[in-house]
């Protein structure tokens, strides 16, 4: 038992090292004064009036010469559509309209269909986004084989505690984003930060056959057109040029829901290579959470356990420290070593959770695993 957890730690140690040799330096994106794209900027919206004042500062800084914005209302109940409306009015490239069917891949579907730009950009209405956001994210479409651009996502924090642990697990994520598309096996994205051609979104039929997924607008579009078109289909970018920021959740209970939510369409890749990594981090936080055995098995199964977990904090701080620190996020040592530890409790919180398959998002809610189509 003692020289397992030594040669699993070794192993953890030496994987995270592996993964993060693909995070390199953010990538150098000049921009350039001869490519420019007609470009459509959707943004579906569900009861978000906290959010309206700086989603209309952040919207008005932009300056891309051809950029028509779509705001689609999923109904909202708080008056969201008529302020949005009212704070557009007499904008010439600005419409904020209500889409006919409930949902966000309905919002989105209905706005692909009405958007006028060669290039579709998305992002959620509790983001922030840098001023140069929509030259930056149009650059790889300058190679005609790419399709869909994915971008990096971060949250903001002022020093809370789990503020601080979902940065710590938004890096995770994005270690693990870049890795897979940098092998040219894409498992996730965010659609936060995601473009893609008006006409590719059109040819894989869009969200047809996973509407009633509670999540996974962004995910499913990735599967279909890296299956469609290929590996050099699909880019990912990860400098901070690019860098799209969204609110942290309030508390736990509303990080872990958010989190089955987003797990909850597992069973609708039918991948095994999704199936595999999903289980594969879900096995890895158990084995973590069996170590505190070792705790009862005297002197040597103390220091067993305190060695396995100091090189399971060091691992994390080299190599989820690297991506934070490439996006201007870093963390104390402190809370590095505290979110290590919390870090596979909450993973098997949100796996039962998410084999549970309840959840509530919008005000909307699901009596059984994903049957619910509103998502953030």
């Not at 936060?192 to 579009?221: I, P, T």
């Not at 870090?343 to 949100?350: A, D, E, G, S």
Request: hydrophobic share 45%; aromatic share 14%.
């Amino acid at each position: 038992m003692l020289s397992f957890y030594l040669i699993w730690s070794l192993s953890y140690f030496t994987l995270l090292w592996w993964v993060s040799r693909f995070w390199q330096k953010g990538e150098i994106l000049p921009l350039t004064k001869s490519f420019f794209p007609s470009v459509t900027l959707i943004i579906p919206f569900r009861n978000e009036i906290e959010n309206i004042q700086s989603l209309v500062s952040n919207l008005k800084k932009h300056a891309y010469p051809d950029l028509d914005i779509l705001l689609i209302d999923d109904h909202s109940e708080d008056g969201s559509f008529q302020l949005l409306g009212k704070y557009f009015e007499g904008y010439q490239n600005v419409r904020v309209l209500q889409s006919a069917n409930e949902g966000k891949k309905r919002a989105l579907e209905y706005g692909v269909k009405i958007a006028s730009g060669e290039i579709v950009l998305c992002t959620d209405a509790d983001c922030d986004f840098p001023e140069y956001w929509v030259e930056h994210m149009i650059l790889p479409f300058q190679n005609p084989k790419v399709q869909l651009v994915a971008g990096a996502v971060m949250v903001e924090g002022n020093g809370k505690f789990i503020e601080a642990f979902q940065s710590h697990d938004w890096a995770s994520i994005l270690l693990m984003t870049k890795y897979t598309f940098a092998q040219k096996e894409p498992l996730m994205c965010s659609g936060a930060n995601l473009a893609y051609r008006k006409e590719a979104f059109q040819k894989v039929n869009g969200y047809e056959g996973n509407r009633d997924f509670a999540s996974g607008d962004d995910e499913f579009l990735l599967k279909k057109i890296h299956k469609m078109y290929g590996k050099d289909a699909c880019f990912y970018l990860s400098s901070p040029d690019i860098l799209v920021i969204t609110k942290p959740e309030p508390n736990w209970q509303a990080l872990i829901n958010q989190r089955v939510r987003w797990a909850s369409k597992w069973r609708a890749h039918f991948s095994l290579s999704h199936a595999m990594s999903a289980a594969g981090v879900f096995l890895m936080q158990l084995i973590w959470i069996g170590s505190f055995y070792l705790i009862f098995l005297g002197g040597k199964g103390v220091l067993a356990f305190g060695l396995g977990w100091l090189i399971k904090v060091i691992a994390e701080k080299i190599s989820l420290g690297k991506v934070l620190k490439n996006l201007d996020k870093q963390q104390s040592n402190l809370l590095i070593f505290q979110t290590s530890f919390v870090h596979p409790f909450y993973v098997l919180r949100v796996g039962i959770g998410t084999l549970i398959g309840k959840f509530t998002w919008k005000g909307r809610g699901n009596g059984r695993s994903v049957n619910l189509e509103s998502e953030n």
